[in-house]
Nanobody, 115 residues
Framework: QVQLVESGGGLVQAGGSLRLSCAAS????????MGWYRQAPGKERELVARLLIGGESRYSDSVNGRFAISRDNGKNTVDLQMNSLKPDDTAVYYCNIEALSGTYWGQGTHVTVSS
């Protein structure tokens, strides 16, 4: 059974930083991309950052230049470094893995940015 476990969320003041981590376990093969999505109250889930297996990364316009995604291939982990946080970044953040064996989601971790 595949599990994605996120950690690192919490409460931070505007301008601060947080680092989210996601650890994947179980039988995953043929990973094509790893990423982070978020869902704010009353809004749809949106892409935050995505990292293709070849190394190409993609960020939403709202976080580009402030967030950085990275992965550890050997451990099947993906991190999201979030800097210069804004109240608009408040959301539940979800880890995502796209693989030949399937698409997987974590349970989400809350990030709250106070003004």
């Amino acid at each position: 059974q595949v599990q994605l476990v996120e950690s690192g969320g919490g409460l931070v003041q505007a301008g601060g930083s947080l680092r989210l981590s996601c650890a994947a376990s179980g039988s995953i093969f043929g990973i094509r991309a790893m990423g982070w999505y978020r869902q704010a109250p009353g809004k749809e889930r949106e892409l935050v950052a995505r990292l293709l297996i070849g190394g190409e990364s993609r960020y939403s316009d709202s976080v580009n230049g402030r967030f950085a995604i990275s992965r550890d291939n050997g451990k099947n982990t993906v991190d999201l470094q979030m800097n210069s946080l804004k109240p608009d970044d408040t959301a539940v953040y979800y880890c995502n893995i796209e693989a030949l064996s399937g698409t997987y989601w974590g349970q989400g971790t809350h990030v709250t940015v106070s003004s």
